[in-house]
């Protein structure tokens, strides 16, 4: 008989635990963290929640800057996921181009790289940081250019890193130019295309890139809205 109710005693222990456990976790939760996988468009990406290894849609505040292995966090409004911020915050290097050949020779403007499918989001501002060495053909200089497509006529000026000079022929020269754009529509524009355009004084210019000296450039988002930068460029 003691042994019944010792058993029984114990089984009601273990039954109210079970009880509290299923309570738990049917509980919704209002916050979360993870880890972007995928960012889909502007407003979703798929993020893999801590705790689970599955990626789920979820949705992104348009003045939240996510891209791949982000860090983010998360609140829940109604059924809907959203990404609300992200660890580090704005200020994150959203894309680098980097090669280490280097471009053909050009003279008149021409593009001499480009990043493509880029997302610029509303209220937000970016500096293009453009590396690497120049080298011409003859002495002068050369004129480098932002533009919003790869291939001219170019009727949209995204603005210009500036002038640079190569006073002997056939030397690399460093170039280390940065640019702001800034958008302060209240809408993203999505799939744009950045390019870098050279335009030679005389003969011809190159981008040079080698394997211990890459030619590149970074867009990185920076902190603050379009209103801290009154120096960028609007798009």
């Not at 050009?106 to 500096?127: F, K, M, N, P």
């Not at 590396?131 to 003859?138: K, M, T």
């Not at 050279?198 to 394997?211: D, F, P």
């Amino acid at each position: 008989m003691e042994r019944l109710v010792e058993g029984a005693a114990v089984f009601g222990l273990d039954l109210l635990r079970l009880i509290d456990a299923r309570i738990e976790s049917a509980r919704d939760r209002a916050t979360a963290t993870g880890t972007v996988q995928e960012r889909q468009s502007a407003t979703r990406a798929a993020v893999t929640f801590d705790g689970s290894a599955l990626a789920v849609p979820v949705k992104v505040l348009t003045h939240v800057q996510v891209r791949e292995n982000s860090r983010v966090t998360l609140v829940r409004f109604g059924s809907e996921w959203v990404v609300v911020g992200v660890f580090g915050g704005a200020g994150n290097l959203v894309r680098t181009w980097t090669a280490s050949t280097s471009s053909s020779g050009v003279s008149g403007e021409t593009a001499v790289l480009a990043v493509t499918d880029l997302t610029v989001e509303a209220q937000a501002v970016y500096r293009l940081r453009l590396g690497g060495q120049i080298q011409s053909s003859a002495a002068g200089h050369s004129l480098w250019r932002v533009r919003d497509r790869v291939t001219g006529p170019y009727p949209v000026d995204w603005g210009l890193f500036g002038h640079y000079s190569t006073p002997v022929a056939g030397i690399a020269f460093g170039i280390l130019a940065e640019h702001y754009l800034a958008r302060t529509a209240t809408t993203p524009l999505e799939g744009q295309t950045i390019a870098v355009t050279a335009q030679a004084s005389t003969g011809t210019v190159q981008h040079i890139g080698t394997a211990t000296k890459r030619r590149y450039l970074e867009v990185e988002r920076m902190p603050g809205t379009p209103a801290d930068y009154p120096h960028a460029t609007v798009i």
